[in-house]
């Protein structure tokens, strides 16, 4: 990645929990990725359910990057900071994560899929260098195939970082 350096994006990283204009904190990445309380246990006859391999907690960031590059930008910092810090919270300590790259409908689907894994990757090798094990992350492209707002493929919200938790390894 011709990107800056893991340690460089930023001077002074903000608080845990600290709000800042369009970042999402460490503690509301966590809710996002908890699974929500079991409250009751309900077994219809004759169904089953079946999870996708998508199923799981998931939280959407705006992780900027430089226009058709892979390249973090300086204020990615903040959000990376603060999923860092969700991802080295006890509670998802020991969960293992997608990291999805998205895009808008812009371009051709081959190369939105190819940009699209290359973000994903950008984060991950972003985590691994903050000390996050990287076989706790798997990283996928999915281009302009999951937009946020179909009705607006072209929509800047279409370009953003996905992040699924899911769940602790079967040992």
């Known amino acids: 990645m011709a990107g800056l350096p893991a340690g460089r994006l930023a001077a002074d990283p903000p608080a845990s929990g600290e709000a800042l204009p369009g970042v999402i904190t460490d503690q509301q990445i966590e809710r996002a990725l908890r699974p929500p309380a079991q409250t009751r246990s309900f077994t219809p006859r004759?169904?089953?359910?079946?999870?996708?391999?998508?199923?799981?907690?998931?939280?959407?960031?705006?992780?900027?990057?430089?226009?058709?590059?892979?390249?973090?930008?300086?204020?990615?910092?903040?959000?990376?900071?603060?999923?860092?810090?969700?991802?080295?919270?006890?509670?998802?300590?020991?969960?293992?994560?997608?990291?999805?790259?998205?895009?808008?409908?812009?371009?051709?689907?081959?190369?939105?899929?190819?940009?699209?894994?290359k973000r994903a990757e950008a984060v991950k090798r972003y985590l691994v260098g903050k000390g996050i094990d990287a076989g706790r992350l798997d990283t996928v492209g999915y281009g302009s195939e999951r937009l946020l707002t179909p009705d607006n493929p072209q929509d800047p919200s279409n370009r953003r970082v996905e992040i699924r938790d899911l769940g602790r390894p079967v040992l």
């Open 46 to 117: 004759g169904l089953t359910r079946r999870d996708s391999p998508d199923a799981g907690q998931s939280v959407n960031l705006n992780i900027p990057f430089a226009h058709n590059s892979s390249e973090l930008k300086a204020p990615a910092a903040a959000q990376l900071q603060q999923l860092e810090s969700a991802l080295k919270l006890p509670s998802l300590a020991s969960d293992r994560f997608v990291v999805a790259g998205h895009t808008d409908a812009k371009g051709s689907a081959v190369y939105n899929k190819q940009l699209s894994l």
